[in-house]
């Protein structure tokens, strides 16, 4: 990784064919599978297109494995609450993939009230020869069988068939903000602002409530959940995140409510850094266990961080994303760009963490190199074969050519939503249309 | 720029009387500062998308700024009775854009009149209550029409606000803005008030603003009484949207 001199070679980048984008394309979650095969994204308008990977084959050379529409289908509608006389929005919140068990890709997708559970499936063969029925279907005329045959099964266009198996709903008063599926591949989590429930995979009606932060008056509510996850490896592990800006990590061995935590992660508040918007851009908007399942990277307006599991005091690393925004809070507040909640992401081997920002930037941290670069995701680096420059903003002083003033940046332009490759250098943007980049 | 540090810094630095009014000029634009930036959470918690339900985390954290900023002014002791020279004046300059809050008062020239507040009733309601009086700010530092009275009354009438908002975001009542402002006549017409500086003149001493939202709180003034039809045609405004 590098800065100026060093530029990013991209050698491949896809993006779909939309020449128009309108308020339902804006994709709102994207999401690998566990080998990376396929790319699940999910829009405002309830839609879920899963890209998937070209084998890179030698008879076409030029093909270096780009992702093309596998699937697009309708997951959420919009809803209309009676009772309370409000819409629920149709917008996909967040996309889980479970871990593939057999032929079949399974997907949780949420919105604020309802998860579902999609199959996807291929169908490729098709079977020829029925005794009673003609190609089209018809009954035969019986007169006109004078013998038997076997049905056999001929290939046929690649079709994929994808069904709603399960639907978790009624489970939230509060709206879903993650969705965890659990290292047991039996359980997942949904959060929502308030509490945190366990689902079985196999059973709608019924789920268990582990976190519960509702208090008795809501008069008294200070603080919600933002985010969840569970550990990766141990099934009984779980951290979520506050709009304080702090960490719990739950041990569901404990108890059957998790209220308690096994370990709080709280850095203490720097004094000289303090201002009535402390605690807003303190607000952790995700939280992510590394691959290994020792460190958690977390992302708050402002910042990066990585924790250690064994040190609740403070984290171990610290990443400025757009420090050059903490003198603009007020105005960030006043167009409330300030609660904007931004993703973070690792790459397959824990060593570069990933966070979008404004101006279609996204950064990203070489943790052991300490080096760092910002990148935009714009229509020329969607260019296949495009090189990505890094960018750079500029806050006063010297001014290079190339350099964005903080001022001159478009903050309506936001990278929410990023995901990485679990294996390879292959990195998901969230912007419509979607952009996927490869790097060697 | 809302360290604590920075007033009493300034106030140490100057000498004498420039230093004084430097140092005043500093305080009152802290006070007025915050103020527009309460101002500002106040009109957030109100204004919401009331089709869809209002995002959760969002309102708690505007909420718990309106706390941050009420429980300073508490503690700094600016919940004082009014100056009645300061009473008379026009309460305009209160209603401060939020403009200041991201440049140095002294840098920023007077950028707009301030519009009448019957007027312009066809912009936005938030340029209703949000002019530019920079250019007035500075030279009336005491002229913060805030400053009241009995913190501790405040911060129950204010929290019965906040209470209020939080109660209607949880039962997501239909008719929550009618609800916010028609449940109880008083805070409804008080917040207003407070967001339109229309209780300005008239009451010295006695509670305003913030204060005045206690719904025990008797029946105003027969001279805020005659601004109650401009009242009423401002909410008007903050309803539709």
Known sequence: MGEDTDTRKINHSFLRDHSYVTEADIISTVEFNHTGELLATGDKGGRVVIFQREPESKNAPHSQGEYDVYSTFQSHEPEFDYLKSLEIEEKINKIKWLPQQNAAHSLLSTNDKTIKLWKITERDKRPEGYNLKDEEGKLKDLSTVTSLQVPVLKPMDLMVEVSPRRIFANGHTYHINSISVNSDCETYMSADDLRINLWHLAITDRSFNIVDIKPANMEDLTEVITASEFHPHHCNLFVYSSSKGSLRLCDMRAAALCDKHSKLFEEPEDPSNRSFFSEIISSVSDVKFSHSGRYMLTRDYLTVKVWDLNMEARPIETYQVHDYLRSKLCSLYENDCIFDKFECAWNGSDSVIMTGAYNNFFRMFDRNTKRDVTLEASRESSKPRAVLKPRRVCVGGKRRRDDISVDSLDFTKKILHTAWHPAENIIAIARSPPQIIKWT | ?241
Not at chain 2, 97 to 117: D, K, N, V
Not at chain 2, 121 to 143: E, I, K, M, N, Y
């Open chain 2, 1 to 241: 720029m809302f360290a604590r540090g920075l007033k009493r810094k300034c106030v140490g630095h100057e000498e004498d009387v420039e230093g004084a009014l430097a140092g005043l000029k500093t305080v009152s634009s802290y006070s007025l500062q915050r103020q527009s930036l309460l101002d500002m959470s106040l009109v957030k918690l109100q204004l919401c998308h009331m089709l869809v339900e209002p995002n959760l985390c969002r309102s708690v954290l505007i909420a718990n700024t309106v706390r941050q900023i009420q429980e300073e002014m508490t503690q700094d002791g600016t919940w004082r009775a009014v100056a009645p020279q300061a009473a008379g004046r026009a309460p305009l300059d209160r209603l401060v854009s939020t403009e200041i809050l991201c440049r140095a008062a002294w840098e920023q020239e007077g950028a707009c009149p301030a519009p009448g507040l019957g007027d312009g009733h066809t912009q936005g309601p938030v340029s209703d209550l949000c002019p530019v009086t920079s250019a007035q700010a500075p030279r009336h530092p005491q002229s913060s029409v805030w400053e009241m009275d009995g913190p501790r009354e405040n911060r129950g009438s204010f929290h019965k606000s906040l209470d209020q908002i939080f109660e209607t975001l949880e039962t997501k009542n239909p008719s929550c803005m009618e609800e916010l402002f028609s449940d109880v006549d008083s805070p409804y017409y008080d917040l207003d008030t407070v967001l339109t500086g229309m209780m300005g003149g008239a009451r010295p001493g006695p509670c305003e603003g913030l204060e005045g939202l206690a719904p025990a709180t008797p029946g105003p003034s027969a001279s805020c009484k005659s601004d109650l039809g401009e009242l009423d045609h401002v909410v008007e405004i903050l309803v539709e949207t």
